[in-house]
């Protein structure tokens, strides 16, 4: 079974940047399409973005629109998630995940997060 690991979070203050990565441990993702995911303490999972492997369709959250950005490496085997303009609202452990159905249905296996602390 294809493990996706995300990694590249950290602390920041309010309106600062970070990108994510989700790299897949073979050599695919194991699905046509990987989203990301996010849930803060005591909060439900919540979608953040999703992309097609090929990087022709993406969707995001309501939350992230017009801040954030998905995009695909194929070569690389990797997704990545720009976050610009980031509120402490957007603190939370992020995920990816392959997608079983487009775009906020993920196949259910989860890997390690990252966590994203921004401060006011």
């Known amino acids: 079974q294809v493990q996706l690991v995300a990694s590249g979070g950290g602390s920041v203050q309010a309106g600062g940047s970070l990108r994510l990565s989700c790299a897949a441990s073979g050599r695919t993702f194991g699905s046509s399409a990987v989203g990301w995911f996010r849930q803060a303490p005591g909060k439900t999972r919540e979608f953040v973005a999703a992309t097609s492997v090929s990087g022709g369709v993406t969707s995001y959250g309501d939350s992230v629109k017009g801040r954030f950005t998905i995009s695909s490496d194929n070569a690389k085997n990797t997704v990545y998630l720009q976050m610009n303009n980031l509120e402490p609202e957007d603190t939370a452990a992020y995920y990816c995940?392959?997608?079983?159905?487009?775009?906020?249905?993920?196949?259910?296996?989860w890997g390690q997060g990252t966590q994203v602390t921004v401060s006011s």
């Open positions: 995940a392959a997608l079983a159905h487009w775009p906020k249905t993920p196949t259910g296996s």
